[in-house]
């Protein structure tokens, strides 16, 4: 076990060195000029060399990202060119929130789509296979944005019992477990939740769609062995398939909620990122997206580990 996952983290080493080159060439091939957010149109030709040379942007860009690279590792992501702040503080009380978010969503999504996705399969054919496949097909099927939206004209504007809005009763760093904190939360994690509900629902009703009809299921029944343990088996070989799902999902909410942050003015990495594409920050957009980016893989990792405890065919493939 010990030794699969150091192999593992080997192997993310140069995925890391290879995400962080993918991270500072697409910042750089956008059109547009970064300096233009924060230096007036008049600004002097000398100003604006200064200003390149503070940012490093008069560099090769070879020597651009091995300066970037270099500070990265040493938890300097450099200044925003539009706050003057480190980027490196605003991206962790925005990957806070994100995080809050994804789990929030993750779980809900995760746990209802089990239960659709379990029902289905072992009532396939039924009036609740076909109720849960079709709720899990509208849930990949609505665009989450527009599925917000509605949430806020129904849920805070006509019934005024969430707000539509922000990042708790004390803005984006007033992070609680009171319910004041939760009902910021409600909206924006049920919005994210629905794709991840969907697609987990369809892989579990396949799953266990297809292993009940295998041998060793039919044996164990034949045993007179009870419902409940044979079900028991089901879940635990269709558990590191589900798992491996989730942590994918987990993943690209963490790195895919820039609409649902946008919709619900949710102070998190997509929010962040939000603002900065518009004011063309590349110190903030490499820096979070090198931060996303790490996170998606590290939960690849930790997903792959599970697995493996969880099944050590795994390990042995």
């Known amino acids: 076990m010990l030794a699969y996952a150091i192999k593992r983290l080997l192997h993310v080493i140069p995925v890391a060195i290879g995400v962080s080159i993918v991270c500072f060439m697409l910042i750089h091939i956008a059109p547009g000029d970064p300096?233009?957010?924060?230096?007036p149109t008049d600004a002097s030709l000398e100003l604006q060399a200064q200003m390149r040379t503070f940012y490093g942007l008069d560099q090769p860009l070879p020597v651009q990202y091995a300066?970037?690279?270099?500070?990265?590792?040493?938890?300097?992501?450099?200044?925003?060119?539009?706050t003057g702040r480190p980027v490196l503080s605003e991206i962790l009380s925005a990957s806070i929130n994100s995080i809050i978010l994804a789990v929030a969503a993750t779980v809900i999504g995760f746990t209802f789509g089990s239960v659709l996705g379990f029902l289905a399969g072992v009532f396939r054919g039924g009036w609740i296979d076909r109720i849960a496949s079709g709720l899990a097909m509208?849930?990949?099927?609505?665009?989450?944005y527009?599925?917000?939206?509605?949430?806020?004209?129904?849920?805070?504007?006509?019934?005024?019992?969430?707000p539509s809005m922000g990042g708790g009763p004390g803005g984006s760093d007033g992070r609680s477990f009171s319910w004041e904190y939760i009902q910021y939360l409600i909206l924006p994690a049920v919005t994210m939740s629905v794709i991840p509900m969907g697609i987990i629902a369809r892989t579990i009703r396949s799953l266990v769609a297809d292993i009940l009809s295998q041998d060793f299921v039919q044996a164990?029944?034949?045993?007179?062995?009870?419902?409940?343990?044979?079900?028991?088996?089901?879940?635990?070989?269709?558990a590191?398939?589900?798992?491996?799902?989730?942590?994918?999902?987990?993943?690209?909410?963490?790195?895919?909620?820039i609409l649902i942050e946008t919709v619900?003015?949710?102070?998190?990495?997509?929010?962040l990122l939000n603002g900065a594409i518009f004011t063309r920050d590349l110190p903030i957009l490499q820096g979070t997206i090198l931060v996303l980016a790490?996170?998606?893989?590290?939960?690849?990792?930790?997903?792959?580990?599970?697995?493996?405890?969880?099944?050590?065919?795994?390990?042995?493939?």
């Open 35 to 39: 300096l233009a957010a924060i230096l």
């Open 67 to 82: 300066l970037w690279a270099w500070h990265a590792l040493h938890g300097d992501l450099g200044t925003s060119i539009a």
């Open 138 to 144: 509208l849930g990949v099927s609505v665009p989450h």
């Open 146 to 162: 527009w599925l917000g939206m509605v949430l806020v004209i129904a849920f805070s504007v006509s019934l005024g019992w969430l």
């Open 220 to 238: 164990l029944a034949a045993k007179g062995l009870m419902t409940k343990h044979v079900m028991r088996h089901v879940i635990r070989n269709a």
């Open 240 to 257: 590191p398939t589900a798992i491996s799902v989730m942590g994918l999902q987990l993943g690209y909410l963490l790195g895919g909620s």
């Open 264 to 271: 619900f003015s949710w102070p998190g990495t997509g929010f």
């Open 294 to 317: 790490m996170f998606f893989v590290l939960v690849n990792l930790v997903v792959d580990v599970l697995q493996s405890a969880i099944d050590p065919r795994i390990q042995r493939s």
